[in-house]
């Protein structure tokens, strides 16, 4: 296709992916750990929001990049 010489797929590996999906969650929960501690006032549920944000994103995260690295 005309498109794949102009846009050439990327051989990204799956660690590669995982490593930065790791350490893009440090960041990102950092940020919302201290957003939800500013919200709330209340630091024990900050940490919880933070805690089950971490867990679902991760994933999330993870197959948004192996969808985008098809292209």
Known sequence: MFLDKIIK?????HKKSILKTISWRIV???DTLLISWIITGDFSMASAIMSVE???KIFLYYFHERIWSRF
């Open 28 to 30: 990102a929960s950092t």
């Open 9 to 13: 797929p990327s051989k990204e590996h």
């Open 54 to 56: 971490v867990v679902t």
